[in-house]
């Protein structure tokens, strides 16, 4: 018996930019970033959070933003390049290399296509998105959250000697407490105009929010704790397993091992 195989290779000009693709699950709809750089949406656009100025809905992905040499248009700004996408409770961003950050959902106060979100300037860095609420790491060294454009605070980061680049990853919770990674694997917990550096976890590896926070800390084991509190719960599990990453959402944890499983 002759058995035969196919394996498919993909070959990319050395002119062509790719990105790294990217996949965010809001309460209704998806959005994805495809290598190429273009912009794929799906699912419920009652609020116009799919960015295809109606509010159709796609059962299958849709791609909202076309990319070319792995930028896109977008409106007056002219073409640029998306490094990540999130999606939250009716609405979604795109985050843009350029510093600019670009939002649809007309529940939270933005438009149902893609429109800059305003007083941001090219200065943010980081970001994140989670049910009503986002927050964004701006160069300035400051966090800007909220739930609508036209509803965000600022505040620098107090007596903490925090720059921007010591600032890794940030997340947001349902009730719109965020949780700051720095480059030292410290946490810093916040919310309305306050900042908490967290004790007793120390080289943490990865974080994320939901309806509560999780973080693995440098052995590989997971950590979990209510957005009220400041003090993590170490959960128990087979001291075999070592965890790289962790994924919260509402009511639950997702968790990969070092090894990919």
């Known amino acids: 018996t002759q058995i035969t195989s196919q394996i498919r290779v993909t070959f990319i000009a050395d002119t ?6 990217t996949v965010s699950t809001g309460t209704n709809h998806t959005v994805a970033l495809d290598q190429d750089g273009s912009v794929w949406l799906w699912g419920s656009n ?14 299958y992905p849709y791609q909202v933003l076309k990319a ?7 409106g007056d700004a002219g073409k640029t390049r998306i490094s990540k996408v999130y999606a939250g409770n009716n609405f979604t961003l795109l985050l843009c290399e350029d510093g600019n950050v670009y939002a649809a959902g007309t529940q939270k106060g933005f438009q149902n296509t893609f429109a800059p ?17 986002f927050a964004m790491v701006l160069n300035s060294g400051y966090v800007a959250y ?3 454009a036209t509803n965000l ?11 921007v680049s010591e600032i890794q990853k940030i997340v947001v ?13 410290a946490l810093l917990q916040g919310k309305n105009g306050t900042l908490e550096q967290i004790d007793g976890l120390t080289n943490v590896r990865d974080i994320d929010a939901g ?19 400041t003090t993590p719960v170490a959960k128990e599990m087979d001291e075999n397993l070592h965890f790289a990453s962790v994924y919260v959402g509402n009511d639950y944890t997702v968790a990969v091992t070092a090894s990919g499983f």
């Open 16 to 21: 062509v930019a790719t990105t790294y693709p």
């Open 46 to 59: 009652q609020y116009g959070q799919l960015g295809t100025g109606d509010t159709t809905n796609y059962e």
């Open 68 to 74: 070319e040499n792995g930028q896109v248009e977008l």
């Open 117 to 133: 979100v305003s007083g941001l300037n090219g200065t943010v860095k980081l970001a994140s998105a989670y049910g009503d609420h």
């Open 211 to 229: 309806s509560s926070f999780a973080a693995v800390d440098g052995n590989g084991r997971i950590h979990e704790w209510a957005t009220t509190s």
């Open 146 to 148: 909220g739930s609508s």
């Open 173 to 185: 919770a349902s009730d719109g407490t965020y949780l700051l990674l720095t480059t030292q694997g």
């Open 153 to 163: 605070n600022t505040f620098v980061l107090p007596n903490m000697n925090l720059g």
